[in-house]
């Protein structure tokens, strides 16, 4: 059974940093795509970074410059560092890979 629990999340004020972990279980974490997603309320969830079994990532524009989605295939961790954060990322971020979700982190940041 996959299992992912994500943690690093909190209240910030803006141009503050927060970085969000996700450790992984039950899944070949050394081959499998992960990904971070958030969701605003009253908004879709959204991609904001995902990164593949070999590093490749790719990031949301409006967090291009500010946010580095990174692994750790050792820990079996995914990592998301923020800098530069805006009030409009506040969100629940959500963890995905291996076709599971996490429960999700709520990011809040204020003005």
């Known amino acids: 059974q996959v299992r992912l629990v994500e943690s690093g999340g909190g209240l910030v004020q803006a141009g503050g940093s927060l970085r969000l972990s996700c450790a992984a279980s039950?899944?070949?974490?050394?081959?499998?795509?992960m990904g971070w997603y958030r969701q605003a309320p009253g908004k879709q969830r959204e991609l904001v970074a995902d990164i593949s079994s070999g590093g490749r990532t790719n990031y949301a524009d409006s967090v291009k410059g500010r946010f580095t989605i990174s692994r750790d295939n050792v820990k079996n961790t995914v990592y998301l560092q923020m800098n530069s954060l805006k009030p409009e990322d506040t969100a629940v971020y959500y963890c995905?890979?291996?076709?599971?979700w996490g429960q999700g982190t709520q990011v809040t940041v204020s003005s």
């Open positions: 995905t890979g291996g076709q599971a």
């Open positions: 039950g899944i070949r974490f050394s081959i499998a795509a």
